[in-house]
């Protein structure tokens, strides 16, 4: 069975800070770009980081820059997403993904919505006072 599993999610105060992580099982996240995306409710996914299998060329969309960072194991089975100074805008539920051929990061963050791509089910992050 190939699945990705988020964790780390929870209610933090804003300015607080949270480790997302995703483990695979099934298969191995190795050669495939990865990212973290998220949803908030009303709005559309979007995508907030994204790494390559190959150089480990890094994406993060605007308004996470600075504050976030994504990472992977060595061992392709885990990616990560560090999360600082979190703001209540950040609030919604996360999600990452594998994608099934190559790609560059911007694009598999920028065009969220490919189909070609192994999705978990979500973690939530509730960024309040």
């Known amino acids: 069975q190939v699945q990705l599993v988020e964790s780390g999610g929870g209610l933090v105060q804003p300015g607080g800070s949270l480790r997302l992580s995703c483990a695979a099982s099934?298969?191995?996240?190795?050669?495939?770009?990865i990212g973290w995306f998220r949803q908030a409710p009303g709005k559309e996914r979007e995508g907030v980081s994204c790494?390559?299998?190959?150089?480990?060329?890094?994406y993060y969309a605007d308004p996470v820059k600075g504050r976030f960072t994504i990472s992977r194991d060595l061992d392709g089975n885990t990616m990560y997403l560090q999360m600082n100074n979190l703001k209540p805008e950040d609030t919604a539920t996360y999600f990452c993904?594998?994608?099934?051929?190559?790609?560059?990061?911007?694009?598999?963050?920028?065009?969220?919505?490919?189909?070609?791509?192994?999705w978990g089910q979500g973690t939530q992050v509730t960024v309040s006072s």
């Open positions: 790494i390559t299998s190959v150089g480990s060329i890094k």
């Open positions: 993904a594998a994608h099934a051929f190559r790609i560059t990061a911007q694009e598999m963050c920028v065009r969220a919505t490919l189909s070609n791509r192994f």
């Open positions: 099934g298969f191995t996240l190795r050669h495939y770009t």
